[in-house]
Nanobody, 122 residues
Framework: QVHLVESGGGLVQAGGSLRLSCAAS????????VGWFRQAPGKEREFVAT????????DYTDSVKGRFTISRDNAKNTVYLQMNSLKPEDTAVYYC???????????????WGQGTQVTVSS
């Protein structure tokens, strides 16, 4: 069993930065891929980024490429999402999730955090 807790969300002006953290408990976390997803009001949950168990392979949705960076520290059981040049359209609840093999599809994931709100003002 893996328990995930997100933190680092908040209110920021457009162009600003935030770093989200996903802290995990569970001995198997270092063997799992982790994804970040987001959900805006009235919209479906969408893929943002993934990272494999080693940190050697990452994937991003086109709208965040060059602005967001996903990374992990397995010694700390934590995955990060550094978000720069934030835009109002990045406003959403951000969730981290874990699964054996990385996927862009939310239903593929076995474990989910409770989410953290990110609000970008114009």
């Amino acid at each position: 069993q893996v328990h995930l807790v997100e933190s680092g969300g908040g209110l920021v002006q457009a162009g600003g930065s935030l770093r989200l953290s996903c802290a995990a408990s569970g001995r198997t976390f270092s063997s799992l891929s982790v994804g970040w997803f987001r959900q805006a009001p009235g919209k479906e949950r969408e893929f943002v980024a993934t990272i494999d168990w080693s940190g050697g392979s990452t994937d991003y949705t086109d709208s965040v490429k060059g602005r967001f960076t996903i990374s992990r520290d397995n010694a700390k059981n934590t995955v990060y999402l550094q978000m720069n040049s934030l835009k109002p359209e990045d406003t959403a609840v951000y969730y981290c999730a874990a699964v054996r093999f990385a996927s862009r599809i939310p239903r593929a994931y076995d474990y989910w955090g409770q989410g953290t709100q990110v609000t970008v003002s114009s």
